[in-house]
């Protein structure tokens, strides 16, 4: 590089960002990458880009908001009184988990970050905290996981599986795609059997 010159910097260069958050939470964010074999960073990612795009998790996140902010065209009006939430309630364990936003997405992470009056690792945090508790997510991400992780027959069997404990389901909520999964999950943590064949099975035996 010549005297003088400045370095260019990748349009699509990515920036790290590690919040720190609750281990319980933490601990479910790895289990859902063992699960659908994904790197932990990506699925970090994918939770926070689901926040940053739903109504529904920015509403959540709005009555904690300290200043005004727009998000997709809604004005959100914040309070200076409302309390900080920059810092986790003491006693709480904690660990960091690391991931990277592409750009134009950091930079609504630090809008964000500036209607919460907190840091973009601690708005990260609270993104995770709220989004991964929507079932929309899970519902549509693990469905989507599972939809190429078996063929269409047995994806078609697997719905009609779903369908019917919900038909006949006597508590207000339904059977999701996340509580498939974790079940699935506590059968084959201490097995040697695969993520799809412990699938394969529980679709045979329900058919």
């Given at each position: 590089?010549?005297?003088?010159?400045?370095?260019?910097?990748?349009?699509?260069?990515?920036?790290?960002?590690?919040?720190?958050?609750?281990?319980?939470?933490?601990?479910?964010?790895?289990?859902?990458?063992?699960?659908?074999?994904?790197?932990?960073?990506?699925?970090?990612?994918?939770?926070?880009?689901?926040?940053?795009?739903?109504?529904?998790?920015?509403?959540?996140?709005?009555?904690?908001?300290?200043?005004?902010?727009?998000?997709?065209?809604?004005?959100?009006?914040?309070?200076?009184?409302?309390?900080?939430?920059?810092?986790?309630?003491?006693?709480?364990?904690?660990?960091?988990?690391?991931?990277?936003?592409?750009?134009?997405?950091?930079?609504?992470?630090?809008?964000?970050?500036?209607?919460?009056?907190?840091?973009?690792?601690?708005?990260?945090a609270l993104l995770l905290d709220t989004s991964i508790r929507h079932s929309d997510f899970v519902n549509s991400y693990f469905q989507q996981y599972l939809s190429k992780s078996i063929d269409y027959n047995r994806m078609i069997e697997l719905k009609?599986?779903?369908?019917?404990?919900?038909?006949?389901?006597?508590?207000?909520?339904?059977?999701?795609?996340?509580?498939?999964?974790?079940?699935?999950?506590?059968?084959?943590?201490?097995?040697?059997?695969?993520?799809?064949?412990?699938?394969?099975?529980?679709?045979?035996?329900?058919?």
């Amino acid at each position: 590089m010549r005297e003088g010159s400045v370095r260019k910097v990748r349009s699509d260069k990515k920036r790290d960002v590690s919040p720190t958050i609750q281990l319980e939470l933490k601990d479910t964010i790895y289990r859902i990458s063992y699960v659908i074999d994904t790197p932990v960073k990506d699925i970090v990612e994918s939770i926070c880009l689901f926040g940053m795009h739903s109504r529904n998790v920015i509403t959540v996140l709005s009555k904690h908001f300290r200043r005004n902010v727009k998000f997709q065209n809604t004005l959100f009006m914040g309070h200076l009184d409302n309390p900080s939430v920059q810092r986790l309630k003491k006693g709480v364990k904690t660990e960091r988990i690391g991931t990277r936003f592409k750009q134009s997405d950091y930079e609504t992470l630090v809008t964000l970050a500036f209607a919460l009056d907190v840091t973009p690792s601690r708005a990260a945090a609270l993104l995770l905290d709220t989004s991964i508790r929507h079932s929309d997510f899970v519902n549509s991400y693990f469905q989507q996981y599972l939809s190429k992780s078996i063929d269409y027959n047995r994806m078609i069997e697997l719905k009609k599986i779903i369908a019917f404990i919900n038909d006949n389901n006597p508590y207000d909520d339904s059977v999701s795609w996340l509580a498939l999964v974790s079940y699935i999950y506590a059968e084959i943590k201490d097995s040697t059997l695969s993520f799809n064949d412990s699938l394969n099975d529980f679709i045979d035996k329900w058919k």
